[in-house]
């Protein structure tokens, strides 16, 4: 089956620009997750949905973070206006379910704020 | 608080064994995760824990401790395509499927 896509796989911005990531999942799977993974870290949960609905988006800088499932399949990610601080790869991962499922994750997009 | 710790990295030899461990400390328990992680890659699914005991699978195992609060990987027959960061990963008791993972265990094989 298709993996988790993920686009652009890089992006280079200057700070104080804006940015948007995009990220369809596996066929069928009802939860997606957002996370950032900053060089030499774990990934971080940013935001999480159930079909369309956000179920935790507690570390989410909504100042300038925005993300969104309108039809419960594909979501973006956006950053406006970016800072030095957000250079990292953002992963998206998909999941059958927000039970003891799984999570599998996208390539990722590599974010360079410069 | 929440807290994953594991060692930042490690060097093993080839054809070796090697035991990555992870002590967490996290507001509920729903089960604990390892990953693998090559440079500039996703992170893929290594192993799944929610009771005591050893999982095995392959060349690879999981142990997990809930009283303790503590896991590890055991990877065997180390091979040179093992080399890859190995990320301990907690499923918290309130938010349905949130993983809390650890900073990675960067793991070197040397032949």
């Known amino acids: 089956e298709a993996g988790v896509a993920q686009s652009p796989r890089y992006k280079i911005i200057e700070k104080r620009q804006s940015v948007a990531f995009w990220c369809n999942p596996i066929?069928?799977?009802?939860?997606l997750y957002w996370y950032q993974q900053i060089l030499g870290q774990g990934p971080k949960l940013l935001i999480q949905f159930q079909n369309n609905g956000v179920v935790d988006d507690s570390q989410l800088p909504k100042d300038r973070f925005s993300a969104e499932r309108l039809k419960g399949v594909d979501s973006t990610l956006k950053i406006q206006p970016a800072k030095l601080e957000d250079s990292a790869v953002y992963l998206c991962?998909?999941?059958f379910g927000q039970g003891p499922y799984e999570q599998f994750f996208g390539p990722g997009t590599r974010l360079t704020v410069l | 608080g929440q807290n994953i710790d594991q060692p930042t990295e490690m060097t093993a030899t080839e054809g070796a064994i090697v035991q990555i461990n992870c002590t967490y400390q996290t507001s509920g328990f729903n089960g604990l995760f390892w990953y693998q992680q090559h440079a500039g890659e996703a992170p893929t699914f290594l192993s799944y824990n929610v009771l005591d005991g050893l999982e095995e699978k392959g060349r690879f195992s999981s142990f997990l401790s809930r009283s303790k609060g503590y896991s590890y990987l055991l990877l065997k027959e180390l091979q040179m395509k093992d080399s890859a960061s190995y990320l301990c990963a907690v499923r918290g008791g309130n938010q349905g499927g949130k993983l809390i993972f650890g900073q990675g265990t960067e793991l070197s094989v040397k032949p």
């Open positions: 991962a998909s999941s």
């Open positions: 066929s069928g799977h009802a939860t």
